[in-house]
T-cell receptor, first 112, second 111 residues
Framework: GQSLEQPSEVTAVEGAIVQINCTYQ??????LSWYQQHDGGAPTFLSY????GLEETGRFSSFLSRSDSYGYLLLQELQMKDSASYFC?????????????FGTGTRLQVTL | NAGVTQTPKFRVLKTGQSMTLLCAQD?????MYWYRQDPGMGLRLIHY???????AKGEVPDGYNVSRLKKQNFLLGLESAAPSQTSVYFC??????????FGPGTRLTVT
């Protein structure tokens, strides 16, 4: 089966940089996605890494190391609106390749 | 475009009652998914569909059934609700498995 681990909570100051780590165990790994979810809202897609390395999208970047079964989401120039939960999700081929398995989420609190 | 919509937004059921949650998407996506989200447990996949007329079981399918008779709609049924099915239910759709678009959710309470 699959398993993902990410910290349950992270606190950071406005304007700072924060890194949210995700380690995974799965067979037939295809890639790692990241989603953001504000309290009471729906998850929204942030990024996807299929290959090793860093993908940058504005203030957000995501990194993957397939050999280490590890990835992270990097948020720069933190803003109060970044306070939310962040989920990593593995895309793998157990059964079919048409689904994701989500981690339990990291709650980010941005403070002044 | 409305994106992904879910009906109803809230519902309270008594144990043993049945109901159907409706998900509709107007983006012509092939893949559709039903998840449940419980505190501290993230999103867990209930059932999914890779195209019109197809369905498959996810991680937690017991107690639920689904149908995808039309490409734009994905229905989730609870035949006999149990308190353990109290949760927030999210529908999602997409053309790429890794990039899913979520609906606003249905908050279901079973008493």
């Amino acid at each position: 089966g699959q398993s993902l681990e990410q910290p349950s909570e992270v606190t950071a100051v406005e304007g700072a940089i924060v890194q949210i780590n995700c380690t995974y165990q799965t067979s037939g790994f295809y890639g790692l996605s990241w989603y953001q979810q504000h309290d009471g809202g729906a998850p929204t897609f942030l990024s996807y890494n299929a290959l090793d390395g860093l993908e940058e999208t504005g203030r957000f970047s995501s990194f993957l190391s397939r050999s280490d079964s590890y990835g992270y989401l990097l948020l720069q120039e933190l803003q109060m609106k970044d306070s939310a939960s962040y989920f990593c999700a593995v895309r793998d081929n157990t059964g079919t390749a048409s689904k994701l398995t989500f981690g339990t989420g990291t709650r980010l609190q941005v403070t002044l | 475009n409305a994106g992904v919509t879910q009906t109803p937004k809230f519902r309270v059921l008594k144990t043993g009652q049945s109901m159907t949650l409706l998900c509709a998407q107007d983006m012509n996506h092939e893949y559709m998914y039903w998840y449940r989200q419980d505190p501290g447990m993230g999103l867990r996949l209930i059932h999914y569909s890779v195209g019109e007329g197809t369905t498959a079981k996810g991680e937690v399918p017991d107690g639920y059934n689904v149908s995808r008779l039309k490409k734009q709609n994905f229905l989730l049924g609870l035949e006999s609700a149990a308190p353990s099915q109290t949760s927030v239910y999210f529908c999602a759709s997409g053309d790429r498995e890794y990039e899913q678009y979520f609906g606003p959710g249905t908050r279901l309470t079973v008493t």
